[in-house]
């Protein structure tokens, strides 16, 4: 399948894949979120356009990243962005050092590529803090200012050719597209289960209740459901039970679900671009200046809040496999 799902995300065809490819595209959809899903009548046929849709979502998501930006291990101190992601030039060779995605590129069969492609994926942190600053030749404290600084450096999809690690991460995209959509689908799942324990929570109660004269302990009662709450509360539960629908109709909701994110992916997996002003100090600046030269990057963003700075690099593996 990963050879198949390479060739859809490799080809340039405008939207017109293969109907082999779409398929497996599909069966993979199906296989990332919930197999059941074969049980619903045409389940190929309702996914089939939410599914092309994810494809030339990705695909155009990827193929929009720019070229590469060369990294040599000794150009830190003449790269104004390397010096803005990493904290110095020690810690970005450490980085490449460790990273488990590279360590397992070198000692694998691609390992003596002269070049190595891969996206390199951080978190941008920004903190509110009260520093100093001049106006003029006066320094004034306390200033509100925002610090700026990446962690959590990380390789993603590396490989000897810049055409395979887009394919990879295009491969990427969509499968993070699948994960949104099974966290759905195990939420609703959640809330169904949770409200058929309850119902046989509060049938066991009634059940109870009945057998035992619904209750004369004036004690113990004040701190019971009685018969007309239980019966009120079982009729809550039956309602929102009949809203989801019976294991047939859930199989229908559940399919619904995963065709609705495939079907608009760009409103849960998108990138854009941010240009900021740090100065040397890692100081959020409003506008460029000598020390605060302009910095633009590309954020990942999906609909869970999360957001992660991603640029295509291409690191010298002589370099890296200290040759």
Same mark, same amino acid.
């Given at each position: 399948?990963? =050879? ?42 309702? *996914? ?31 790269? *104004? ?11 970005? =060779? ?139 509360? *079982? ?89």
């Amino acid at each position: 399948m990963l =050879k198949l799902l390479q060739s859809i995300f490799g080809s340039d065809t405008g939207g017109s894949y293969p109907e082999s490819l779409v398929k497996e595209a599909i069966e993979r959809a199906v296989d990332g979120t919930d197999p059941w899903l074969r049980a619903v009548s045409g389940y190929k046929k309702k *996914l089939r356009p939410a599914v092309i849709r994810t494809i030339d979502h990705v695909v155009a998501l990827v193929d929009a990243l720019p070229s590469p930006m060369a990294v040599h291990l000794g150009s830190y101190s003449d790269d *104004l962005r390397l010096k803005s992601f990493f904290v110095s030039a020690i810690h970005m =060779k450490k980085m490449f050092a460790e990273d488990r995605s590279l360590a397992e590129f070198l000692q694998g069969p691609g390992g003596g590529s002269p070049q190595i492609f891969a996206l390199l994926a951080m978190e941008k942190q920004e903190k509110a803090i009260f520093g100093s600053a001049l106006s003029g030749d006066i320094v004034i404290r306390d200033v509100p200012q925002i610090t700026v600084s990446f962690d959590a450096h990380r390789l993603i999809d590396p490989t000897g050719d810049e055409g395979e690690t887009r394919r990879l991460l295009k491969r990427r995209a969509f499968d993070h597209l699948l994960s949104m959509a099974l966290k759905r689908l195990t939420a609703v799942k959640w809330e169904r289960e949770d409200l058929e324990r309850r119902r046989s929570l509060l049938q066991a109660k009634q059940n109870l209740l009945e057998r035992e004269g619904w209750g004369f302990d004036e004690a113990d009662a004040a701190g019971k459901l009685g018969p007309a709450e239980v019966e009120e509360r *079982l009729g809550e539960i039956e309602g929102q039970l009949k809203e989801l629908g019976g294991d047939d109709r859930m199989l229908e909701a559940y399919l619904k679900i995963v065709a609705d994110v495939l079907g608009r992916p760009e409103e849960h997996f998108w990138a854009r671009t941010e240009t900021i002003f740090v100065d040397r100090m890692g100081i959020k600046q409003n506008e460029a200046a000598s020390d605060a030269p302009e910095l633009t990057f590309g954020e990942l963003h999906n609909a869970e809040g999360r957001s992660l700075v991603a640029m295509l690099v291409s690191l010298q593996g002589g370099e890296l496999r200290g040759g």
